[in-house]
Every structure is written in structure tokens, then in C-alpha cells.
């Protein structure tokens, strides 16, 4: 006899917002399982007014609104049980990130939580990994978001660090990110990965998960840095235009999706990764995992 329950998790990132309910499925003996029922994404960069000018503007917070207003009436309509709404680094920077957080309560219904870079880091640490790390093996796991990035290295099973970096897509290509965060990033790396050899990448975030989408290999199969690299020259070399129209990316990743691929081509350089992994998780999967064991 099995149990089938719903949940739900509201990622508010600096690039776009998702809405994923999964299955949650028990059976008495048998390990839970989680399936994703819906995702949908809503192209609504609050990077770009938080890190330029420092607050939420006013359309973005009437589209942030109607947003939520969707989302409420779609958990509504597949009777999630329960859901967890997190912003991230956008929300964390704006100074009325509060007050749009009362603001999207009010209207909405929908409470959110502003959480921090080291929640955000650890909820997707948590994440369920067991099928794809092997336990004698060493991996860095690389979430790579609109405003932040984070890392997690992996060994043994275990979680032996973990940091975030205001490294994003959307502060990347507003230039916002000086040669010193760069560094700070190399030497973290490094220096977490220097005593294990060799270490694997497992890769997070809409631009990888297009890339390998891309590049038509099954889902276990991870991808090569020659690869990676290659891709990375090829969609350099595109116009904004031509990576719209003659690869069909959507206008929202067309401009973020090369320095996403900076920041993990950088990661596996300075850990020494040759092979990067691109499994379908991030932080809305670990929230829901979170809920469910009570993590949070």
C-alpha cells in the first residue's frame, strides 16, 4: 500500500522564480521516493534591479505579485499539503526586501522566507545525492545562480565544506564582480581540494542543465571540461541574437548562460575536474526534501 503526498517549493531567485510540486511517494519498507509533478518558471530578474540600484522596482514587484498569485491558485488546484517559499541573494540585497516580502504576503497569500548564503549553500547540500556520489570518491558541487554561487565538496558521503560567493550570472554580466571574489573562490577551492584526488564536478542551475540538454547524453553521463570548454567558445562567439534565434534559447539565458559557463569551467580548473556531472536538482528539490524530513 503506498502513500502519495504533495509538496511544494517557491525558489525566488536573482534570475527567475519556479514554482516545483513533487510527489512525495511512501511505501512501508521501501525508501521514499520524490517525482516532480510541475515546474513552472517565471522570467522575472529582481538581480538586476537589486544589484544595479539596490531595491525591487515597482513593476517588478506587481509582476513578483501576480507571480504568486498564479502559484498560490496552482498549489491550490494539485492539493500540495505543503510548501516553502526562499529568496535568495536578489531579496537578501535589496533594501525593501522585507516590505516586498509583506507586500507578496498580503496580496497573495504566500509567505516567503529570505534566507542566507550559508541556508541556501546547506539546503542544497542536503539534497539528495546517494544515487549519483559514490562514496569513495570526491566530488564539488556547484550551484551556479543568478547572484550567488554555491559550493559544497563531498567526500567519504559526507559534506566537508561548503560556502557561498556573491558569483552570479546576473551580477557577471553587469560587471559587478571584481578580480579579488575571484581569487578568494580559487584559493577556497584549492584549498578544500588539495588533499583529495581526483575530485568529480556535479553541476547545478538552468545553464547547465541547458548545456547538457544540449549535448543529447543521458542523464547518469557526465560531461567532459574539453567539452564544456568548447561550448563555451562556440556560444562566445554567437551574437545575443544568433543564441535566440539559432539555438532557440529563451531572451532570459541567452545573456546568462556564458558566464554560468565561466564559473564552472573555473571550478573544475582549479579543483582539477576533468568530468562534470548535471543531475536535475537545486535548491527548489532540496527544499522540498528539507520539509519533508524536517530540516526546516
Request: proline content about 2%; aromatic content about 8%.
Amino acid at each position: 500500500m503506498i502513500n502519495i503526498k504533495k509538496y511544494a517549493a517557491i525558489d525566488i531567485g536573482s534570475n527567475a522564480m519556479r514554482l516545483l510540486v513533487s510527489n512525495i511517494i511512501e511505501e512501508q519498507g521501501k525508501e521514499t521516493q520524490f517525482s516532480k509533478s510541475s515546474l513552472v518558471r517565471v522570467p522575472i530578474r529582481l538581480g538586476q534591479d537589486a544589484f544595479t540600484v539596490g531595491e525591487i522596482s515597482d513593476e517588478n514587484i506587481e509582476r513578483m505579485v501576480d507571480a504568486m498569485k498564479a502559484y498560490h491558485l496552482l498549489m491550490k488546484v494539485h492539493k500540495v499539503e505543503r510548501y516553502k517559499a526562499c529568496a535568495t541573494s536578489a531579496m537578501r540585497e535589496a533594501y525593501n526586501g522585507k516590505e516586498v516580502v509583506d507586500i507578496v504576503r498580503n496580496e497573495s497569500g504566500i509567505d516567503i522566507e529570505i534566507i542566507d548564503g550559508k541556508t541556501e549553500a546547506a539546503i542544497i547540500a542536503s539534497t539528495d545525492l546517494h544515487h549519483l556520489v559514490r562514496t569513495e570518491q570526491t566530488y564539488l558541487y556547484v550551484d551556479v545562480g543568478g547572484g550567488s554561487t554555491e559550493f559544497s565538496l563531498f567526500s567519504g558521503g559526507k559534506i566537508i565544506a561548503s560556502k557561498s560567493f556573491k558569483v552570479g550570472t546576473v551580477r557577471l554580466i553587469n560587471d559587478m564582480v571584481n578580480d579579488i571574489v575571484w581569487q578568494e573562490i580559487e584559493k577556497w577551492i584549492k584549498t578544500n581540494t588539495q588533499d583529495y584526488e581526483p575530485v568529480t564536478l556535479i553541476g547545478s542551475g538552468g545553464n547547465i542543465n541547458k548545456v547538457f540538454k544540449m549535448s543529447g547524453k543521458l542523464q547518469e553521463k557526465p560531461l567532459s571540461y574539453i567539452y564544456l570548454n568548447g561550448q563555451y567558445a562556440m556560444l562566445d562567439a554567437m551574437t545575443y541574437e544568433q543564441r535566440v534565434y539559432e539555438l532557440g534559447l529563451n531572451p532570459d539565458r541567452a545573456d546568462v548562460i556564458i558566464p554560468a559557463l565561466r564559473v564552472y569551467l573555473n571550478a573544475m580548473k582549479w579543483s582539477g575536474a576533468r568530468q562534470i556531472y548535471v543531475p536535475k536538482i537545486g535548491l527548489a528539490d532540496g527544499v522540498i526534501k528539507a520539509l519533508y524530513y524536517g530540516r526546516i
